[in-house]
């Protein structure tokens, strides 16, 4: 069974500093993706990593996949309070039924 | 701007009350997801759609929860009777899935948060 872990649970940093979020998952995946929850919003997707070495960023954020460890990572860089939220990874087997498996997500508050 | 659009956004029932969920997925997708979000559990998959026909609905309680499309612009999720465990936020999202490939990405609604009282 696809499980997905994500840590830390909570992270509260100061602004201009530097952080990684890591996202674990259990069996080989063909996709994973990074998404972002404010509080009493929906989510919205940041990046889609398609096979081994992907990297992409998008401003102060930075996501990289490892698909032989099996771990994917969330970087911030610099960080500002506009990036406190929830982050979330998933991953998609495409087998079977497709279904999407979502981290426990990282609540993170940046302080001024 | 294609968006995912749920109503209603909000909604209070009192225990034993029935509550339909509706959800427009964005024009053109074929797939349409059905999550629950609370704090104790995080995000559960409930149900979901390919081309209007159910593939998985394994996280839904099936005494109690119905999900459906009855037609390519109008997924719905209902719950009969509503029970106070029930309350959390429903996410629709939607995607298009490409033959071996599975959905690309996968777009979420606003929600729609329900309190059973």
């Known amino acids: 069974e696809l499980k997905v872990e994500q840590n830390p649970l909570f992270l509260s940093m100061q602004e201009g500093k530097n952080y990684t979020i890591y996202c674990n998952y259990s069996?080989?995946?063909?996709?994973l993706y990074w998404y972002r929850q404010d509080p009493g919003k929906s989510l919205e997707s940041l990046f889609v990593?398609?096979?081994?070495?992907a990297v992409k960023q998008e401003g102060r954020l930075m996501a990289s996949l490892d698909t032989k460890a099996r771990l994917s990572t969330l970087h911030i860089t610099a960080a500002v309070h506009d990036l406190s939220a929830t982050y979330f990874c998933a991953v998609i087997k495409l087998s079977g039924t497709y279904k999407y498996i979502f981290g426990t997500g990282t609540r993170l508050k940046v302080l001024a | 701007d294609a968006r995912v659009t749920q109503t209603p956004r909000h909604k209070v029932t009192e225990m034993g009350q029935e509550v339909t969920m509706r959800c427009q997925p964005i024009l053109g997708h074929n797939t349409v997801f059905w999550y629950r979000q609370t704090m104790m559990q995080g995000l559960e998959l409930l149900a979901y759609?390919?081309?209007?026909?159910?593939?998985?609905d394994s996280g839904m309680p099936k005494d109690r929860f119905s999900a459906e499309m009855p037609d390519a612009t109008l997924a719905t999720l209902k719950i009969q009777p509503s029970e106070p465990r029930d309350s959390a936020v429903y996410f629709c999202?939607?995607?298009?899935?490409?033959?071996?490939?599975?959905?690309?990405?996968?777009?979420f609604g606003p929600g729609t948060r329900l309190t059973v009282l």
């Open positions: 999202a939607s995607g298009l899935t490409h033959l071996s490939q599975g959905v690309y990405e996968q777009f």
């Open positions: 990593l398609l096979s081994n070495g």
């Open positions: 759609f390919r081309n209007r026909a159910p593939l998985d």
């Open positions: 069996t080989t995946s063909d996709r």
